[in-house]
């Protein structure tokens, strides 16, 4: 099975600017550079190359015809002796046949202080079968280390009847191209150091361009994640009429029409937490005189005719269940409005559990695992509603047995309350305490607000702490309540 293939790290806009204005700096500075270097190069190469041939030429044709119609080797060593006179050409060697002369003259053979071994075996072949051929040619060759431009021509002698022609013998002079090469090679190292300059040019006009493009986009990032943190205010200063200002003018007037957008919501909001608490605490008043009303009813529902019994004892039970609703849309609204408080006080947290149990009457349906001398300092009641509604759920909703579990650490306790039930649909976990939240249009009309949950959560983020849910690994739905050992004061920030 192949592995998937790493992605390569992504470069920053910086390095991706730098990167791309070096290459087309190495890139243009290379072809210029490499162009003049070879034009440079081979003008360089073809000047001294004309001027020894011109020089050879000149040298030849004041030497030709020799006067002898068959030339001995006296006649061919005053040949090879007297073309280096000339300042172009270092040294001459004259060939007939198998035979050669020596190199001449002698103190030259040494230029840039290296010998050549001029001989037979120096002189390339191809260019030997063009001098045989009765032409004027010249080769560039290196010898030791040395470049050196060979040229070869043809000696002529007188025929009888007074005109030149060939005499089998050929001549061939050599030229050092050192002081040409030292030429070339000071050439491309102007051309490397011309093309290090333009490179680093290259990076402060790249920098440059960077920081005129990255400063903006820095700016509108930062404006970016500042208007994610509820900063609706952020704004960015538009700089110039380029695409970069039209970019600050858009996300300027996209905060502007989102700032406005959030404050009608929150308005909305506002005016509808406010009608809520107002008309739950409306309903209280009347509230108490129907429950007073429906328990009168509830006591003679007993001695009523069957129907008017069995509406008395619906009267009563609605009654109580609306009051609940009004409690928890009370309770909420202390919450949304910042008016909820805690009662603390130091509690062994065993015993809480056990009172909430036993006040409920569930003592004997949830099993306990309740290590001893836990204490922590947290508001009772408020920990018992949180208790009820976990317990109450799990008893309602899950399947026996349903235990709750205490366990401590040096600075949290957590209670964990469960059911064997077969759990929470994966895609209720994360609505479970959203307010009003049914899991099933089935459950629409159910003993619950639909509050419980949500003020559960509450009270345990009010306690500093966190409320959360998942499955059993084993079935069933698990909820954990995290809570500090020691819940710092509201008003003093004190938790001793």
Not at 149 to 158: D, K, N
Not at 351 to 372: I, M
Not at 416 to 431: F, I, M, Q, Y
Request: proline share 6%.
């Amino acid at each position: 099975m192949s592995r998937p293939a790493r992605p390569w790290p992504s470069l920053g806009l910086r390095a991706r600017l730098l990167s791309a204005f070096a290459l087309l700096c190495v890139v243009t500075t290379a072809a210029v550079a490499g162009a003049m270097y070879v034009q440079a190069r081979n003008d360089i190469l073809q000047r001294a190359q004309d001027a020894s041939v011109q020089t050879l030429r000149g040298r030849l044709q004041a030497l030709d015809p020799l006067p002898d119609a068959t030339p001995g080797p006296a006649e061919l060593i005053a040949v090879a002796t007297a073309l280096p006179d000339d300042a172009n050409v270092e040294f001459a060697v004259a060939v007939r046949g198998d035979w050669h002369t020596p190199v001449a003259p002698p103190e030259r053979w040494r230029p840039g202080g290296r010998v050549l071994a001029l001989g037979l075996g120096a002189i390339p072949a191809d260019l030997r079968q063009m001098v045989a051929d009765g032409r004027l040619a010249w080769q560039r060759v290196v010898r030791d280390d040395t470049p050196w431009l060979i040229l070869g021509a043809p000696l002529l002698v007188s025929g009888p009847d007074g005109t030149a022609r060939a005499s089998g013998a050929e001549v061939y002079a050599a030229r050092s191209l050192l002081a040409e090469q030292r030429s070339i090679d000071l050439l491309a190292a102007r051309a490397w150091v011309t093309g290090g300059a333009a490179l680093a040019f290259a990076v402060v006009l790249a920098l440059l361009a960077t920081r005129g493009v990255l400063v903006p986009v820095r700016e509108l990032g930062r404006a970016a994640r500042l208007l994610g943190q509820g900063e609706l205010r952020t704004r960015i200063a538009v700089r110039g009429a380029d695409e970069l200002a039209d970019v600050a003018r858009t996300f300027n007037d996209t905060a502007a029409e989102l700032e406005r957008h959030v404050r009608q919501l929150r308005e909305m909001e506002a005016d509808a937490r406010r009608f809520v608490a107002d008309v739950s605490h409306e309903l209280r008043t009347p509230l108490a005189a129907l429950a007073a009303v429906a328990d009168i009813l509830e006591e003679e529902a007993s001695r009523l005719p069957e129907p008017a019994g069995r509406a008395a004892r619906l009267v009563s039970q609605e009654t109580l269940n609306l009051t609940a609703l009004v409690n928890d849309l009370i309770e909420i609204s202390r919450f949304d409005s910042g008016v909820a408080a805690l009662a603390l006080n130091e509690v062994d947290v065993a015993d809480l559990v056990r009172a909430t149990l036993r006040t409920r009457g569930w003592s004997e349906q949830v099993e306990t695992e309740l290590p001893p001398a836990v204490t922590a300092r947290l508001d009772p009641r408020r920990v018992d509603v949180i208790l009820a509604n976990l317990v109450g759920n799990a008893l309602r909703h899950g399947e026996p047995p349903v235990s709750v579990r205490l366990s401590a650490g040096p600075h949290w306790i957590a209670l964990e309350v469960r059911d064997h039930g077969p759990g929470l649909d994966e895609a209720t976990l994360p609505h479970v305490f959203d307010r009003f939240y049914k899991a099933s249009a089935a459950r629409a009309r159910s003993e619950g607000s639909g509050l419980g949950l949500a003020i559960a959560r509450e009270n345990a983020r009010l306690h500093r702490g966190d409320l959360t849910v998942a499955n059993a690994p084993d079935g069933g739905a698990l909820f954990t309540l995290r809570l500090p050992c020691r819940t710092p004061d509201p008003e003093t920030g004190d938790s001793a």
